[in-house]
Every structure is written in C-alpha cells, then in structure tokens.
C-alpha cells in the first residue's frame, strides 16, 4: 500500500458541525468550489454536444486545442502552438499523475513549494518518489531533481511570483534537465498583482522546452463539476504525456471538450464572474481586518491568507463559533501553521452574513 496521508477535510467535520448550529446557518469559506451558474453560452454547447455515442479523443479536438491556445495567446500573451496543449479530466487529476506520467520514481525528489496544495505531495507518494517542500531551489545545490513544480498565484497565500522569479527557476531546471510544472490555475484573478505563466517569452525566452503550464475552468467559468482542465507547453513532453494516457484512457468526454471550447472562447462571462469574486473580496477582507485578522499577500487568487497571531486551529474554532468555516493554515504545510484560508466562493448573501458577524 502507497502511504498516503489522511485526507485532511475529514479533519474539519466537527468544526463544520460547530458553524453548521448557528441560528443563521453556516458560512462555508472553507474550500474553493464555484457557487454561480455554469454561464448559459457553456451549458447550451453542451447540449449540443450531448448526442455523442462514440469514444472521445484523448489529444482533444482540433477545436479545443485551438481554442486554448487562442485563450493563452489573447489574454496571456503566449504564443502556443495547439499541438501543445492536453485536455484533462480536472486540473486535481493530472497534479496527482504527473510524476507517475513522468516515470519518476524511487530515490528521485519531487520539489513543491513549502506552502502548498497537497496534491503535489500526494502525486510525488504515488509515483512512489520523495516530496521535498521548498522555496528555495538554490539550497538544493547540484542535486538532480526530475520534477518542480510552481504555483503562482498561490494556493493557499494568493503570492504572485513575479516574472524574474520563474525565469531563475527555469534557468536553474534547464541546467538540470528538470520538467518545470506551472499550476496556473487562478492566473485570470490577479489583484493587487497581474500573474504571468511560464510560457510567457519574458519568463522561459520564447522557448517552451521542459515547461508545463495546467490550466483548469473551474474558477474561471464555474465548470468544476465539468472536471475540465487543459495542460499546455512543451509539444515533446505533451506527446510523451499523450501517450501514456492514451494507454490508461484518461479522456475528457466529448461533450465536455465542446462546452471547454466555447468557454475559452468568450471571455465576457469570464469577467462577469470575475467582477463578482472582487465584490465578495472587497466585502470580507476588511472585515477580516476590522476583527483583528492580518492579511498576508493574497494579491491574486480566490483565498485571504489570514493571521491574528494564534494557532490556525484556534482561528478556525474562534470563526467557527461565529458560524463562518474555514481552513486551517496546516492543511497547505507546517508553515501554515500561523494561518487560515478564507475563501470567497461564497454567495453574496452568505458573504454578507459574514460580514455582519464579524462586525
């Protein structure tokens, strides 16, 4: 058996139970997942698309694949050719598999942030290799390391790293023959700071050699319950990764790639969701602030990345008496410990329940 971690949102149950009991109902701000509509322009393709016996391509449709890459090029400044870029069945998915994708194995390191989701680690346990949690690559001298990976804006803190910064990482990736694996997933929601992928020409040099960017609509247009995501980069790594796949049928339904296609496509709902988180944000960070939290980065992304000098868990109970859930800092890493994440995929009414109980 594969040691795996306990699944850390089992942890929360009694506290969840604790905000569930208050007169107005729980304020769930615990775990990311989309409460608007699924945009209707997205929901009619996959109508259209439903009548669909035959098995779906694991490369993706032509349509699709074109699609992303026209949704890189117009709104991220990458020039992608469409032979790479790999539909998936939900970011989650491929973050889990890469190492074991990548044929890493024992006594090799998959390297991850040192505040993370903890998915990387789990990917690195299943490939049977070892994680190693770090922000400092430097420190790792002339060690080879198969797989790193980034992820900017952060899931937990909302940190922006900035284009200087991912062009050292991959400069010192290249010297070592590393796959650099961007988690992009909340690249459309910059704040305070606009993030750039590492396919960007100003990051990786024009060259998308060893790079990997994973993208996921489950933010950007509400399709978490699509499970619809899309790597792109390197077209060598993306056959090799084909492959592999192809073999293990890890394919995206069909109707699923149409709805995906349109979604990259019209980027009008895209802002209109957008417009929504910023009105959630501006509501609950000042009353966080307003309570004695302090708000750490959260420059970009869907979390405020929270403090008021006590142990997370000890924030969570405190929010949790007021009805509001949350996650507590150590499920992202022991550095974490200090923190909570409050998401703002709330409704606005239950955001503004929780404003007015944190008054």
């Known amino acids: 058996m594969i040691g795996l971690p306990d699944f850390p949102w089992d942890r929360l149950t009694p506290l969840k139970q604790l905000a569930a009991s208050h007169p107005d109902g729980i304020v769930d701000l615990s775990v990311g997942t989309p409460v608007d509509p699924v945009p209707a322009v997205v929901r009619q393709a996959l109508a259209d698309a439903a009548d669909s016996p035959g098995y779906p391509l694991t490369y993706g449709t032509e349509r699709l694949r074109s699609a992303a890459a026209g949704w890189l090029r117009r709104r991220h400044g990458v020039d992608l050719d469409p032979a790479g870029v790999l539909p998936l069945i939900g970011s989650k998915e491929f973050v889990a598999w890469l190492p074991t994708l990548l044929g890493i194995g024992s006594g090799q390191r998959v390297v991850f942030p040192e505040l993370a989701y903890p998915t990387y680690d789990v990917g690195a346990r299943l490939a049977g290799a070892e994680s190693y949690a770090t922000d400092g690559l430097l420190a790792l001298g002339p060690e080879q390391v198969p797989l790193v990976w980034v992820n900017s804006p952060s899931n937990p803190t909302g940190k922006v790293l900035p284009a200087d910064h991912l062009r050292k990482v991959v400069s010192w990736a290249r010297e070592r023959g590393a796959v650099v694996a961007s988690d992009e997933c909340y690249i459309e929601l910059g704040w305070e700071e606009q993030p750039v992928s590492i396919l960007h020409p100003d990051v990786c040099g024009g060259s998308h050699e060893g790079l990997l960017a994973v993208h996921s609509l489950s933010k950007r247009s509400n399709l978490a319950g699509y ?16 492959e592999v796949r192809k073999h293990a049928g890890m394919m995206v339904p069909g109707p699923v790639q149409a709805a995906m296609a349109v979604a990259l496509d019209d980027d009008e709902h895209a802002e209109e969701q957008r417009a929504r988180y910023a009105a959630r944000r501006a509501a609950l960070r000042p009353a966080l602030e307003g309570a004695g939290w302090k708000i750490e980065h959260s420059a970009a992304g869907l979390y405020l990345w929270a403090s008021d000098g006590s142990g997370c868990w000890d924030q969570v109970r405190a929010l949790a008496e007021k009805g509001i ?3 507590p800092g150590d499920f992202y890493g022991q550095a ?5 994440r409050v998401a703002v995929t709330a409704v606005d009414e239950r955001i503004d329940a929780a404003v007015r109980r944190l008054q």
Not at 227 to 242: E, I, M, N, T
Not at 336 to 340: A, E, F, I, L
């Open 336 to 340: 974490g410990s200090g923190h909570v």
């Open 325 to 327: 859930l949350v996650a």
């Open 227 to 242: 499970r619809a995501g899309f790597v792109a980069g390197d077209p060598v790594l993306v056959r090799r990764l084909l």
